[in-house]
């Protein structure tokens, strides 16, 4: 009798604390990871939409959990959050259910058609809206004014090149004896982005096509050269903005979300510009976020309204305050905004606005080998400028991983690079 107890009493406690759980609507997302960020999602960005359970994961977990559930024919997630390039994969496997309705109400709103159409994701001749864009973001570099004194002459902060961006780095270092420059190249940084986005389109103009072709060779010469002025600390580096608070570099290039509590905490310290250019242009690479639907998703309709609640005006303006992540909304930024996002907000603005900008849109079409894809990049810079290995060594070497890679996945080229028919080849 006593095990007959035991076991009911047991079997209540767990239905008590399952219940509330099956009633959540299960929220996926790998954006706004860090758990402040998360937090801010939890305790505020959903506060008014009912009982959802906002769970992060890494791009590679996300990417095997929800083909799990395809193959598995029973989801528990209702919503998903994640990038354009990783809700790709599973439009192509036409696992999201269409939104064209909700696309439409927000197009009503003023989310802008083009941004609307990236998100049509569904097969050619009959596209569909498979995704919602959420937020928006990108990359820029700021820097402590106390560095404006020591750029080249002649030199506009808005308009750098990279020989500029070497003389200032070597300017800094004779001044102050140390290295000011800072990457996040450590192991949560986000350096591959800026192999994919910045450096390859700027040296190249492309990513994938011209991994081993002679610009890129000259390019990697040109950042072994920036490198001498680096500080040797950015390869710990996952976030600029602890560095640059503590004073351990002047110039930081990073994800905007990644230099916000810096810049917020001191406004006044800081200006906010595009990343340098290159020979092929100012390469630079816009970061929508999407929320879709699963098809079978437990909770459709509670899925929906918290893609409403996160399209409205208000909670965007609010996930540009907290976390600084854009609106997608053609909303104007309010006045009275954090002077540290208005600065960024400048920055993109001005990103976007130059003249011989490139843009560099994340990868598509490579399913769960986004951190392979992320490797070769990084890989190719452990060797050639922290082990000075020779250049046009590795790029072969690393050119016959990517194209594999490439072949492996079927994954066609992207912008800035020409368009395939077939997988993208490495020329």
């Known amino acids: 009798m006593k095990h007959i107890m035991s076991f009911g009493i047991l079997a209540s406690t ?39 359970d906002y769970v992060v994961e890494e791009p ?52 802008p058609q083009s941004l609307l159409d990236l998100g049509k994701l569904g097969k050619l001749g009959k596209p569909t809206q ?32 990279y020989d500029q961006l070497i003389e200032w780095g070597k300017n800094m270092q004779e001044a102050t004896g140390q290295p000011q420059i800072g990457f996040p190249a450590g ?22 096509r011209t991994f081993q072709s002679a610009d890129a060779a000259a390019g990697w010469e ?13 390869t710990s580096y996952d976030f600029m903005q602890e560095p640059l608070a503590a004073g351990e570099v002047m110039v930081a290039w990073d994800h905007i979300a990644r230099l916000k509590n810096a810049i917020s905490a001191a406004p006044d310290d800081y200006v906010v510009f595009p990343a340098p250019a290159g020979p092929k242009g100012r390469g630079y690479m816009p970061v929508v976020a999407g929320l879709a639907i699963p098809k079978g998703a437990p909770d459709k309709a509670g899925a929906e309204k918290i893609i409403e609640h996160l399209s409205m005006p208000d909670t965007q303006l609010l996930t540009a305050s907290k976390v600084g992540f854009f609106p997608t909304l053609n909303v104007k930024l309010p006045p009275d905004l954090d002077a540290g996002v208005a600065l960024l907000a400048g920055a993109v603005t001005a990103t976007q606005a130059s003249k011989d900008a490139v843009i560099s849109l994340l990868p598509v079409g490579l399913g769960d080998k986004g951190g392979e894809f992320n490797k070769v990049y990084m890989d190719s810079f452990q060797r050639i400028v922290l ?34 028919d077939g997988p993208c080849p490495v020329e």
């Open 387 to 420: 082990q000075n290995e020779p250049v046009a060594d590795v790029l072969k070497t690393q050119g016959a991983t990517m194209a594999k890679l490439m072949t492996d996945t079927k994954a066609a080229c992207w912008a800035p690079d020409a368009k395939s």
């Open 187 to 208: 192991p949560k940084g986000l350096m591959a982005r800026y192999f994919q986005g910045y450096f390859y389109p700027s040296f190249t103009g492309g990513v994938v």
């Open 60 to 111: 590679p977990q996300f990417a095997v959990r929800m083909e799990a559930e395809r193959q598995a024919g029973k989801r528990t997630v209702s919503l998903v959050g994640a990038l354009h390039g990783e809700l790709s994969p599973l439009a192509d496997k036409d696992t999201l259910e269409p939104l064209d309705d909700l696309a439409k109400k927000l197009a009503a709103s003023g989310m």
């Open 14 to 52: 767990v239905l008590a604390f399952a219940s509330p759980v099956l009633a959540q609507t299960v929220f996926v997302s790998t954006q706004l990871r860090p758990i402040e960020e998360a937090t801010v999602v939890r305790e505020e960005l959903l506060k008014d939409v009912g009982s959802v």
């Open 130 to 161: 498979q995704y919602i864009p959420w937020m928006q973001a990108t990359y820029v570099m700021a820097a402590k004014k106390e560095a404006l004194q020591y750029l080249p002459d002649g030199a506009d902060v808005n308009a750098l090149n």
């Open 222 to 234: 040109k950042l072994k050269a920036l490198w001498a002025y680096v500080t040797p600390n950015s």
